[in-house]
């Protein structure tokens, strides 16, 4: 007796950063991890997944220190909702960058769909070049202004290639309900700092509303402040 397998042809890969990025203008405290994963897998696109979808973040800590136990936690939560964790390692700007397009690079020739959570434009190039090659490209991203800033999310750029149709835009906030555990208002954040320097302390204060939005990235950048997240 046989047995046939259905190979997927459908590839996902996150853009951890920039998905940090959309929260604010999509009122996303924190994800609902489980459910992002179901909608990249079931609700974009009509090909089957032919491996685990990526979400790729840049490592932090690259002189052999221990990782910080909050990013380890939120590793765990990632990958307990389904999706393969890669934390791009490199001297550059941006390695996390520079790992995606070597994801989707790498891809083999049977995909078809691609999907791509990101705001970021530096992924066109790569991305018509599967297009050329036959391949379905979904882009999510949201085009939703943030409450207190002037300015699109997306750049000119983005901007003209989701009006030209060539790939199929898909906007974050449509899930934001299904995909949301907590609003960012249902966040109270206090932190207590020790054995800063002044000059860290005044990069502390200046870029505070930063720290607000990028609290898992604050815990590694700045490793003398301690967050506590509760609801408020």
Same mark, same amino acid.
């Given at each position: 007796?046989?047995?046939?397998?259905?190979?997927? *042809?459908?590839?996902?890969?996150? %853009?951890?950063?920039?998905?940090?990025?959309?929260?604010?203008?999509? #009122?996303? !405290?924190? /994800?609902?991890? *489980?459910?992002?994963?179901?909608?990249?897998?079931?609700?974009?696109?009509?090909?089957?997944?032919?491996?685990?979808?990526?979400?790729?973040?840049?490592?932090?800590?690259?002189?052999?220190?221990?990782?910080?136990?909050?990013? %380890?936690?939120?590793?765990?939560?990632?990958?307990?909702? !389904? /999706?393969?964790?890669?934390? +791009?390692?490199?001297?550059?700007?941006?390695?996390? #960058?520079?790992?995606?397009? &070597?994801?989707? &690079?790498?891809?083999?020739?049977?995909?078809?769909?691609?999907?791509?959570?990101?705001?970021?434009?530096?992924?066109?190039?790569? @991305? $018509? &070049?599967? *297009?050329?090659?036959?391949?379905?490209?979904?882009?999510?991203?949201?085009?939703?202004?943030?409450?207190?800033?002037? !300015?699109?999310?997306? !750049?000119?750029?983005?901007?003209?290639?989701?009006?030209? $149709?060539?790939?199929?835009?898909?906007? @974050?906030?449509?899930?934001?309900?299904?995909?949301? @555990?907590?609003?960012? $208002?249902? @966040?109270?954040?206090?932190?207590?700092?020790? $054995?800063?320097? =002044?000059?860290?302390?005044?990069?502390?204060?200046?870029?505070?509303?930063?720290?607000?939005?990028? /609290?898992?990235? +604050?815990?590694?950048? /700045?490793?003398? =402040?301690?967050?506590?997240?509760? *609801? +408020?």
């Amino acid at each position: 007796m046989s047995s046939s397998r259905t190979i997927g *042809k459908k590839a996902i890969v996150v %853009d951890g950063a920039s998905l940090s990025c959309m929260r604010e203008r999509v #009122d996303i !405290g924190i /994800f609902k991890w *489980k459910e992002l994963h179901r909608v990249l897998n079931e609700d974009i696109g009509k090909e089957a997944p032919f491996e685990r979808a990526r979400y790729i973040t840049r490592k932090v800590r690259t002189d052999g220190s221990p990782p910080h136990s909050g990013r %380890d936690h939120f590793n765990s939560v990632v990958s307990n909702a !389904g /999706f393969f964790i890669k934390e +791009a390692e490199g001297q550059g700007k941006s390695p996390d #960058d520079a790992a995606v397009i &070597e994801y989707i &690079e790498s891809l083999p020739e049977h995909i078809e769909e691609i999907i791509i959570v990101t705001s970021d434009s530096h992924f066109i190039p790569c @991305l $018509n &070049e599967r *297009k050329e090659r036959g391949a379905r490209i979904y882009w999510v991203t949201t085009k939703y202004p943030h409450p207190t800033r002037l !300015g699109s999310h997306i !750049g000119a750029e983005l901007s003209k290639l989701f009006e030209s $149709n060539q790939f199929t835009f898909i906007e @974050l906030a449509t899930y934001a309900d299904r995909i949301r @555990l907590t609003r960012l $208002n249902d @966040l109270k954040f206090n932190w207590s700092i020790t $054995n800063v320097t =002044v000059s860290h302390r005044t990069d502390i204060y200046v870029d505070r509303r930063s720290l607000i939005e990028y /609290f898992e990235k +604050a815990r590694d950048l /700045f490793p003398g =402040v301690r967050i506590e997240i509760q *609801k +408020a």
